[in-house]
């Protein structure tokens, strides 16, 4: 069976510090890699994707890179602000577009 | 701006009860999915739906169904409710011709079963 209340991996950081967030994704096939912020009591919402032809996108104050030789995806918040404190998912999606999410990270600003 | 709601912020059922969680979505988005949050473990694939009628199990179907008779409406039915589904339940909804593919997503429910 699966276990419950696992531990949730939580980076740390200081106002102002940049951020860097980490994600192992497991399919090849995936066309595209999106990040998600979910803040407490909402849903997850869009932050920014990246597709797989791709190695860099920077949006505003978040970049997102992909290295498809490791299965590897990271977003980098610039300038952290206490804001951006979330847990951050990251997911892939396919032909069929509905997204496969990762366990998530909480990122904590503190001022 | 797409907007996604689910009828109960939260619920509270007892053990063997039939429960439905009720999804709307305003834009009229061809997709519609049902996950489950709990903690550590991220968002669970449950079923989802790409059309009216239609429907298909994501990766823990199990003890859970679905119904879209609307294009708008996707409800999520636990048939008989049991303790380990007490969670965070979310529904969203996409457009896959849309770029960014992006998923809109409820403010959840959390269902309680004792």
């Known amino acids: 069976g699966e276990s419950v209340g696992l531990h949730l991996p939580t980076l740390s950081v200081q106002e102002g510090d940049n951020s860097i967030i980490n994600c192992a994704y497991s399919?090849?096939?995936?066309?595209?890699f999106i990040w998600y912020k979910q803040e407490s009591g909402k849903g997850p919402q869009f932050i920014i994707d990246?597709?797989?032809?791709?190695d860099k996108r920077q949006g505003q104050r978040v970049t997102v890179l992909l290295n498809k030789t490791v299965k590897h995806l990271s977003l980098q918040i610039a300038a952290t602000q206490p804001g951006d404190s979330a847990v951050y998912f990251c997911?892939?999606?396919?032909?069929?577009?509905?997204?496969?999410f990762g366990r998530g990270t909480s990122l904590i600003v503190h001022p | 701006d797409v907007k996604v709601t689910q009828s109960s912020r939260y619920l509270v059922k007892r053990t063997g009860e039939k429960v439905f969680l009720e999804c709307v979505q305003d834009?009229?988005?061809?997709?519609m999915f049902w996950y489950r949050q709990d903690p550590g473990l991220g968002l669970r694939l449950i079923y989802f739906s790409y059309d009216v009628k239609m429907k298909e199990k994501g990766d823990i179907p199990e003890g859970y169904s679905v119904s879209r008779e609307k294009k708008e409406r996707f409800s999520l039915i636990l048939e008989s409710a049991s303790t380990n589904q007490t969670s965070m339940y979310l529904c969203?909804?996409?457009?896959?011709?849309?770029?960014?593919?992006?998923?809109?997503f409820g403010q959840g429910t959390r269902l309680t079963v004792v």
């Open positions: 834009m009229d988005h061809e997709n």
């Open positions: 969203g909804c996409g457009d896959p011709i849309l770029v960014p593919v992006e998923a809109f």
């Open positions: 990246i597709r797989s032809n791709m």
């Open positions: 399919n090849s096939a995936s066309d595209y």
């Open positions: 997911a892939e999606s396919g032909g069929s577009y509905i997204p496969t």
